[in-house]
Nanobody, 120 residues
Framework: QVQLVESGGGLVQAGGSLRLSCVFS????????MSWHRQAPGKQRELVAG???????NYADSVKGRFTISRDNAENMVYLQMSSLKPEDSAVYYC??????????????WGQGTQVTVSS
């Protein structure tokens, strides 16, 4: 089955940058839309950014202009480059893979999450 492993989280000061990475394995990478979500304590998990195999992207309004999602289809990797970080960006960040071919059953996968903490 699909496995996702995030890395790159940590503690960073406000205004700083951080790059998150997600390694995809176990299936055909090209049929999955990849995305990053985050969840802060006491809040709902929210979409941060998404990217299709062809490179089309979408972003939450709160991160537009500051975050960039990318994918390397040759390496089955997804990245989230985060710049101009704010304390409100602090959350556990999760990598998500959604199967765009098999839309029933188990078609949506999550990584274990990586903690991002932005200090003021």
């Amino acid at each position: 089955q699909v496995q996702l492993v995030e890395s790159g989280g940590g503690l960073v000061q406000a205004g700083g940058s951080l790059r998150l990475s997600c390694v995809f394995s176990g299936s055909i990478f090209s049929i999955y839309k990849m995305s990053w979500h985050r969840q802060a304590p006491g809040k709902q998990r929210e979409l941060v950014a998404g990217i299709t195999s062809g490179g089309s992207t979408n972003y939450a309004d709160s991160v537009k202009g500051r975050f960039t999602i990318s994918r390397d289809n040759a390496e089955n990797m997804v990245y989230l480059q985060m710049s101009s970080l704010k304390p409100e960006d602090s959350a556990v960040y999760y990598c998500n893979a959604r199967n765009l071919v098999l839309t029933t059953g188990l078609n949506n996968y999550w990584g274990q999450g990586t903690q991002v903490t932005v200090s003021s």
